[in-house]
């Protein structure tokens, strides 16, 4: 067991029930307090702890790190690179000073005043700088659902689908942090009924419910990464609403693949989970079959058990869960999907960001994405508040959330939230 996992672990530090951020998640993030520039920082239930500052004061002096300017960087790249020997020992060394029983910090009123900050107190920022950005597609019941609306249900999957982690490179510049609020896009559609395309805003603004995963090691060009070691370059996990418009994607995507209808904002969490923190939820995967090729054969648990929300939430009303998935559910692996991602010989940089792909459930009820729960706006969505959705209105919130829980440990990520605003004249 990692011992800083330990379910038993209490923290002098309060944590309100039900907090995703216990002692055992210890989790990493950029935020900005008032009058400061960004800077690293961890978080256990409702408060923030600047890292600079417990740098400063040497409490990471006995893990001998070469460079401790890491601590005061506006994104955590640097950080992460000095790889998970070091990483998981500052995790450790975390957990430790937020013990009960540690009185290093909990004693010392000065610098508590200082590190110690309330999370309604600081700016969450970006918390990587992202330099490549893959979406895969790697939920078979939404793979499944897409391919029965736009062709029909004995073809939906692609003769490539169970053979490979299908997926693309997206741009990275219009990844944005939670909070960040995204005007509907212009672009190129054609309706069903026209002969020819027409140019306005998008009519149907979706959401993405998916998971991204952030890399923490560098490989050069030609160089591979296994199924088995993949996990030694992923250094953790936060949520992704990686929004889209559903009319200028159907039109353009022939033969190139998504572009306009995909680039124009993508949301994240600002909290990075470590995947060490998730370890004692993991699960196996769907059973995949025909078997797929060696280098994306895997051995043990690869999935994790996540319980995945999305809500909507109308300008001044209240919000509506219309969305209840689980991370278990997808097919594809982030083990494989690196594996994949390298296996020609590409490499890979610390901060790059790889999101899963939308992540359906079994269930319409755990769909994820307005296009299969309003399936292609057939079947409206009804709010708390009477109106309904077939995909989103100007104005509206969305809302995801996600945690992992077991024997009395809540392991959550937050919320990552972006509200639709008109399209720009």
Known sequence: MIKANNPSLKSWIPVPANSDFPIQNIPFGIVKPKGKAPRPATRVGDTVIDLSILSDNGFFDE????????????????????????????????SDLFNTDNQELQTNKEVRKLALLSVDDVEMMMPVEVGDYTDFYSSIEHATNIGTMIRDPENALAPNWKHLPVGYHGRASSIVVSGTNIHRPKGQMKPAAANEPVFGPSRLFDFELEMAFITGKQTDLGESVSTENAEEYIFGLALFNDLSARDIQTWEYAPLGPFLGKN???????????????????????????????????NGKRNFNIQLEVLIQPEGGEETSVCNSNYKYLYWNIDQHLAHQTVNGCNINVGDMYASGTISGPTPDSYGSMMELSWRGTKPIQ???????????????????????????????????????????
């Open 383 to 425: 709010l708390n508040d009477g109106s309904e959705r077939k995909f989103m209105n100007d104005n509206d919130t969305i809302i995801m959330r996600g945690h992992s829980e077991k024997e009395g440990v809540r392991i959550g990520f937050g919320e990552v939230v972006t509200k639709v605003l008109p399209a720009t004249e």
């Open 63 to 94: 893990l001998e790190i070469d460079n401790y300017g890491v601590f005061y960087a506006p994104v955590l790249n640097d950080f992460i690179a000095l790889g998970k020997p070091i990483t998981n020992a500052v995790r450790q060394r975390l």
């Open 264 to 298: 124009f904002g993508s949301v994240v969490s600002p909290w990075i989970v470590t995947i060490e923190a998730l370890e004692r939820f993991r699960v196996a995967g769907p059973v995949q079959k025909p078997k797929v090729l060696p280098y994306l054969q895997y």
